[in-house]
């Protein structure tokens, strides 16, 4: 499973070295590795569903860090959404790019790295491991929506889309930690039978499982966050196909699905997942009745669609589960074709306003019927694959026979009203015929764009009729839960369970979801009329809006421009956290506090330059001050016998006095003139000391804490000679075993150096107020900058904003 996954994100890297040669080979390329993982999932499939097949590779044992997959009847109904649609989506993209469009390049290997994270996140068995590849698709997602970041709307959409996803994505974090704490391990499928042994509880698993809450239901765009869906529609449209219809928006459904059996029970959880689904798939199916983008409409169909599942993997019984994999099987299947039906009237008409368009089922009559597929499953006709999931849905809440059973019965219906109305209203707005406007020229779509869409609503009549193979799968993730009735226990999937409420809820749907799409004139204006102060785009604005003024508040607040300032409130803050913590909960060490005599006179030396430090003028004797006090500090590493760090500490500080003096040659001499009275600031002062007093006390406190015998440093002496060929334990260390680190340091070096020549060499910031048209500062400017009190010497600030209470000029500064 991890090769799969690691081969879909090597082959994307490589990917753009063929679409260099042709675009078109590149989506071609791309969508074998998809088409191999949906072959490979299938080829296991009876394994899958009996158990599930699982693997593991520990990438840090000590810490039980592992990469932990599993194939179940769950997963393997997301491999078939994620690979199969996938790959046909990418085939759909050989026509909808073409060799001249200048995202394509880009698309494809987006589309195959998408396509491995989110393959990763379907098979993850391990909290942690899925929480990787969920932030993975929300970057990919970032990047796909973006493109090339030219348009504004397409810039706006995606950062959107990030910020609500990542934000959710953390606060799930904190949950994952919390729950994998409680229980003792990370591996979903242990959590999930400890929950369902009723061996987790408690407020920590409580609280964990309301903070997962919130990461499925801002990446499955549930209320209140689900405006950064319609927004993503600015991506191209197989982009919102695969993202949006097939697979991203899923996320969040699948881990509703994947933790359900462990906690469905449990009213943090069920409660908030079958109420905001409900309001999701009302508020949805209304807000895309007044929409005239195909996109946009399909885009809060989707939004709709979303809601009922998470009521159906939320609810926690044996039929909901049913109905769950086979709407979300089902949404795959009508959903993708949809948009990429939309795609194609994009392509041959130039637009997908429903206002411009008329007459097209009869220029593009193969996209009316393979619309008309789509549409139908969506809206719940028999035979297809979407009839079966929302009677199965009905079934699962009337079985239940109480007050929620029926309240939840009542809002689905009235949502699938919704869904009937809008599923009506695409067919209309994109293939029929509209009074007073003219029909629409078109041309013809070539077959790489007609037939993978005809092929995905192909997929939904064949498994309505094939139900059963449906009904497997379904079977294999409900065992989960218990079944609380004869009706529960026996329940499997049809086209035809006779006549009774079920079928009477799916045909009153039909009748008035049709009624109110022949009145949408009215209904749309009232659709359409929501206040904006209503509105959860507007409360996204407004939160993104206030969290920067408040950053513009606080900024303009403490980035004062002075340096000393900045300084202490580090200080302080280090004094008040770190301070406080080794004040109470360290212990002074009971060791002599030298063991050496030739220490006292190097700690001597290094207290006396750093207190004259603070009483000297000039510049330079303070930089010779700071190499005494490094010297001093080496000297007392060669005392402690380790050379080789006394050796890296003398050459630091020379290198570093070097430095100091080439660039002090372009500035004043003097830090305040001679004719000012030294000043001592109290404040100042006791910051300092109390600080460096803290610094100096926790090296002591843990110089005392360490472990005897030292297991770490024992390891490294008992590895340096046989893994390194060293005798020298710290050069093993260096050079082989954080080799890695090593090189990123002589990287920081390298940066440092750069800097360093670029400030000795480049034409520096004129750090002295010239005369107009003069070369050299005049002896009055060099006496202002020179008497510049070093406290309120400003730091670089944005052009336009003035450092707030600095009242010298740039420079002088330390």
Not at 622 to 641: E, K, S, T
Not at 671 to 688: C, H, M, N, S, Y
Not at 778 to 788: I, K, R
Request: some cysteine; glycine content about 12%.
């Amino acid at each position: 499973m991890l090769g799969l996954v690691v081969a879909h994100l090597v082959l994307a890297c490589l990917l753009p070295l063929v679409s260099a040669r042709s675009r078109r080979a590149g989506f071609a390329v791309a969508a074998v590795l998809p088409t191999v993982a949906l072959v490979w999932a299938l080829a296991n499939a009876p394994a899958a569903l009996n158990g599930g097949v699982t693997t593991s590779l520990a990438w840090a044992p000590e810490l039980g860090l592992t990469l932990s997959f599993r194939l179940d009847a769950l997963a393997l109904a997301m491999v078939v959404l994620v690979s199969g649609i996938g790959a046909l989506i990418l085939v759909y993209c050989i026509g909808y790019f073409g060799e001249s469009s200048p995202d394509a390049t880009r698309s494809a290997a987006l589309l195959l790295a998408f396509a491995g994270v989110m393959l990763g996140l379907v098979l993850a068995d391990d909290l942690l491991t899925l929480y990787m590849f969920w932030e993975l698709t929300s970057v990919t997602s970032f990047l796909l929506v973006g493109q090339s970041g030219e348009a504004r709307e397409n810039r706006s959409a995606a950062v959107q889309a990030l910020l609500v996803t990542v934000f959710g994505g953390l606060v799930m974090l904190l949950g994952f930690v919390l729950l994998g704490e409680a229980a003792g391990t990370y591996r979903i499928s242990e959590i999930v039978a400890l929950g369902q042994a009723g061996a987790l509880g408690g407020g920590t698993v409580t609280t964990a499982l309301a903070l997962i809450l919130v990461g499925a239901l801002t990446k499955s765009a549930q209320l209140p966050f689900h405006p950064w869906l319609p927004a993503a529609m600015a991506a191209p449209t197989p982009v919102s196909a695969y993202l949006h219809a097939a697979s991203m928006v899923k996320a969040g459904v699948y881990l509703v699905a994947r933790l359900s059996p462990g906690f469905a029970d449990a009213p943090v959880w069920w409660v908030p997942v079958v109420v905001l689904g409900l309001g999701t798939m009302a508020v949805g199916g209304w807000r895309a009745m007044a929409q005239y983008d195909l996109k946009r409409l399909l885009a809060f169909g989707t939004v709709s669609q979303l809601g009922f599942l998470m009521v159906l993997f939320g609810a926690g019984t044996r039929i909901a589960a049913i109905a769950g994999i086979t709407m979300l099987l089902a949404h795959g299947f009508f959903k993708a074709p949809l948009f990429l039906v939309t795609g194609i009237v994009d392509h041959a008409t130039g637009t997908r306003d429903v206002r411009k368009l008329s007459g097209l089922r009869g220029s593009l009559r193969g996209s009316a019927i393979t619309a008309g597929a789509a549409a139908a499953s969506m809206a719940g006709l028999p035979p297809l694959l979407g009839f079966v999931g929302k009677e199965a849905g009905f079934e699962a809440f009337l079985a239940e026979d109480d007050l929620r059973g029926r309240l939840v019965t009542l809002a689905l219906v009235v949502g699938s009203i919704f869904t009937v109305a809008y599923s009506a209203r695409f067919l209309w707005g994109a293939f029929g015929r509209k009074p007073g406007v003219a029909d629409t020229p078109v041309h013809r779509p070539g077959p790489l764009l007609s037939w993978p869409a005809g092929l995905c609503a192909l997929g939904g009549l064949v498994l309505g009729l094939a139900n059963a193979v449906v009904d497997v799968d379904a079977q294999s993730y409900a065992a989960a839960y218990p079944a609380t009735s004869p009706v529960e226990a026996s329940y499997h999937l049809a086209l035809w369970h006779g006549l009774g409420l079920p079928l009477l809820a799916s045909a009153v749907a039909l009748v008035l979801g049709y009624a109110l799409h022949r009145s949408w004139s009215t209904v749309g204006r009232l659709a359409g009329s929501m206040p904006r102060a209503l509105s959860a785009q507007h409360a996204y604005e407004l939160a993104v809006g206030g969290t920067e003024r408040v950053a513009t508040a606080v900024t303009g607040r403490l980035q004062v421009g002075s340096v000393p300032i900045y300084l202490t409130v580090i200080l302080v803050a280090v004094v008040a956290l770190p301070g406080r913590a080794v004040l109470i909960g360290g212990s002074w060490p009971d060791q002599p506090v030298y063991h050496a005599p030739l220490q006292l006179p190097l700690a001597l030396l290094v207290a006396l330059a750093a207190l004259a430090l603070v009483w000297v003028h000039r510049r330079f004797t303070a930089v010779l001050l700071v190499g005494v006090v490094g010297y001093g500090v080496g000297g007392l590493f060669i005392v402690d016998g380790a050379p080789d760090l006394a050796l890296a500490q003398f050459l630091v500080e020379t290198l570093s006095l070097v430095a100091f003096v080439f660039v002090l040659r372009r500035m004043p001499g003097r830090f305040t003139l001679e004719r000012q009275r030294p000043r001592v600031q109290v404040p100042k002062a006791v910051i300092a000391a109390v600080a460096g007093g803290m610094v100096a006390g926790t090296v002591v406190v843990l110089s005392g804490a360490r472990q005897v015998p030292p297991t770490t440093s024992a390891e490294f002496v008992r590895l340096a000679p046989e893994g390194a060929g060293a005798t020298n334990v710290i050069s093993a260390i260096i050079v082989d075993f954080r080799a890695l680190d090593t090189v990123g340091e002589i990287t920081v070096l390298f940066v440092a150096a750069v800097g360093v020549a670029s400030l000795v060499l480049a034409t520096p910031f004129d750090l002295r107020r010239r005369r107009p048209g003069s070369g050299t500062a005049s002896p009055q400017d060099e006496e202002e900058v020179a008497g510049a009190d070093p406290a309120e010497e400003p730091v670089a600030v944005p052009t336009g904003r003035r450092a707030t209470g600095s009242t010298s000029p740039p420079g002088g500064g330390e």
